[in-house]
């Protein structure tokens, strides 16, 4: 285990620590009925109660409080214990932040295009994917290669 790989995983559990507290707010002021205060004087209410704010029936923050309780989970176990890290735990990890952070760029579009209106706290979300993607890709210790090979 080298500093890199310390480092980059202590930013993507702290990333996904913030990011399951977005989805929790949003989550509880939906489930009360509240406005959403979006931070910087963006609609975030008109955003998050939109049409796009559900996946498969399930509302986008659940699935969201569900992804960073797994990644940050996952990765303080990965740095607890290390040497219970194998690849295909490593590669779902992987492809789990690479899909949430696709979505999250799915999202950003639907804001700016379909919907027309920006969520503060929905863009700090999708940061967050970003950041957990990248510590994730560039923090693994395993070279796309071994990734590929494992998967023939």
Same mark, same amino acid.
């Given at each position: 285990?080298?500093?890199?790989?310390?480092?980059?995983?202590?930013?993507?559990?702290?990333?996904?620590?913030?990011?399951? !507290?977005?989805a929790?707010?949003?989550?509880?002021?939906?489930?009360?009925?509240?406005?959403?205060?979006?931070?910087l004087?963006?609609?975030?209410d %008109?955003?998050?109660?939109?049409?796009?704010?559900?996946?498969f029936?399930?509302?986008?923050?659940?699935?969201?409080?569900?992804? +960073?309780?797994? @990644?940050?989970?996952? +990765?303080?176990i !990965?740095?607890?214990?290390?040497?219970?890290?194998?690849?295909?735990?490593v590669?779902? @990890?992987?492809?789990?932040?690479?899909?949430?952070?696709?979505?999250?760029?799915?999202? @950003?579009?639907? %804001?700016?295009?379909?919907?027309?209106?920006?969520?503060?706290?929905?863009?700090?979300?999708?940061?967050?994917? @970003?950041?957990?993607?990248?510590?994730?890709?560039?923090?693994?210790?395993?070279?796309?290669?071994?990734?590929?090979?494992?998967?023939?």
């Open positions: 285990m080298n500093i890199l790989w310390s480092i980059s995983h202590i930013i993507l559990i702290l990333a996904a620590i913030g990011g399951f !507290f977005i929790l707010y949003i989550h509880h002021t939906k489930r009360r009925g509240e406005n959403v205060v979006c931070p004087d963006f609609k975030c %008109q955003v998050i109660r939109s049409k796009y704010s559900k996946l029936g399930i509302n986008v923050e659940n699935w969201g409080i569900a992804y +960073y309780s797994f @990644t940050a989970l996952s +990765y303080i !990965f740095l607890a214990f290390p040497a219970i890290l194998n690849l295909k735990f590669l779902i @990890t992987l492809i789990l932040s690479m899909i949430a952070f696709i979505f999250s760029i799915y999202l @950003t579009f639907i %804001q700016a295009f379909k919907l027309r209106e920006w969520c503060t706290w929905c863009l700090i979300s999708a940061s967050f994917c @970003t950041i957990i993607f990248l510590s994730a890709w560039l923090g693994s210790d395993y070279s796309l290669g071994d990734i590929a090979g494992y998967i023939k």
